[in-house]
């Protein structure tokens, strides 16, 4: 047995054999040539050629995973009928006399080198399309069919060095029972794609994938990560036991979708998802979240080189106020700090970072950058139904400060003529002891509370969260904490404010019926927790 360990992208488990997926064949020859004009020609078929598949691929993908996912064969498209990219075939075709198919490699290369070093994160991005598009023209132009998946084969494990979107949805899906991929990340589409399909899959094995692998047995584990080339019985055993209970679990909750999240009395909760991206919203509507109750908006500066334009922030927002029509999505303005270090932000290193430049003291005190993802949230909120959210308050005084910057943004836009709504809310999390203690002042400032379980238990109890060693202290049952959870909840209900918990005990089985008794209105928890919580939630008394 043969084990391969890498990120889980999409859960579930897939039993099948491996079936290399290989580029090959696509090795480019430069080949001089005579008539530049006939070769021009022949470069215009193969685009219009192209621009045909990607038509095509994008009504197949609208029926398959729906059209937001669809989206990237538009911009394909799109890309092929940019004119520097065909100026630059064009141009290289006539001045080096060379064939097309060098020409795409050459300004393929050129393109792909150029976005990936623009600072946007959206066009770094788009090196891996330009990459897309020249290899679709470049196998039309030589001629070379895409490697299909022959008629009598099933179950295969899709192994591959990596997947672009458009091979992935030209795969056969029915015949395809997992993807591994040496390289890749989570947020890519090809990870989007097998999660939307619900096909499990493993990525950034970051080890070769050899070909002696093809063929043979394997099993993937898309809940650990961990893949098994020639499993052995005892692999094969306890993997058909966790696929048997994971199957079982999985229909049971497909059962509660679309049904209300109602305690037993008929008291209405909210229950929304987290997410750390847009990617992650696929996920979220698949499990039918009703809302999303924690953006953590960090990520977007967490995956960037440096800080994101409001440009960028606006699109990564609007897709998801979008994607959740008159939703409510609540997104957390930037927690950066103690384990969320940026080089970018310049802050100096600090003997204990969970007590210090954190969050919302990073916000007030570089209200330039605080001021830019205001703006972009506020522009977002034109697009759907957006609110902010304020991490890490002790002070109403913060909320005050905050209130300041959201006022200026609000006037920079009003004297602009740029679109946002005007009656965002603004909630906070409680998260802090002082928070807690003082609920009932700062209850009078905003539209909702949201308790971070995660960080009150480490302030709380006085347990690093991301030291092992105490993790044992940290006991999500201790009275210190439900009784703060309770105080909060009585403090923005006497206030008029409804009260919810976005932290880890928020999907805690056992402690949501005492937190229903409590007078919780809402849970935002993992988009793959939505239904296990609503299950919970139908069987309790409030
Ligand atoms: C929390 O602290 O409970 C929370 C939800 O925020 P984060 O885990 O991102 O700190
Ligand atoms: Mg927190």
Redesign the pocket.
Known sequence: MITFSGKPVSAGIGFGKVWIYDKGGMAVKRRHIADAEEEIKRYEQARALATAELESLYYKATREIGEAEAQIFSIHKMMLEDIDYNESVENIIAKQMINAETAVLQTAETFSKMFSEMEDAYMQARAADVVDISDRIIRILSGEATQNIGDGEKNLIIFAEDLAPSETLQMDKTKITAFVTSRGSSASHTAILARSLSIPAVIGLHREIGKELDGKPAVVDGYTGVVYVEPTREVIEELTEKKRKKDMQKELLAELKSKPTETLDGRKIRLYANIGSSGDLGAAVLNDAEGIG?F?SEFLYLESKDFPSEDVQFEAYKTVAEGMGDKLVIIRTM?IGADKKIDYFGLPEEENPAMGMRAIRICLDRRDIFKTQLRAILRASAFGNVAIMLPMIVSRDEIIRAKEVISEAKEELLAANIPFSQEISLGI?I?TPAAVMISDILAKEVDFFSI?????SQYMLACDRQNEKVAEFIDPHHEAILRSIEMVIENGHKAGIWVGI??EMGADEMLIPRFLKMGIDEFSVAPSQVLTVRKVVRKSRS
Not at 452 to 456: C, Y
């Open positions: 924690l953590r927690d999390m998260e971070g379980t995660n960080d009150l976005c932290g």
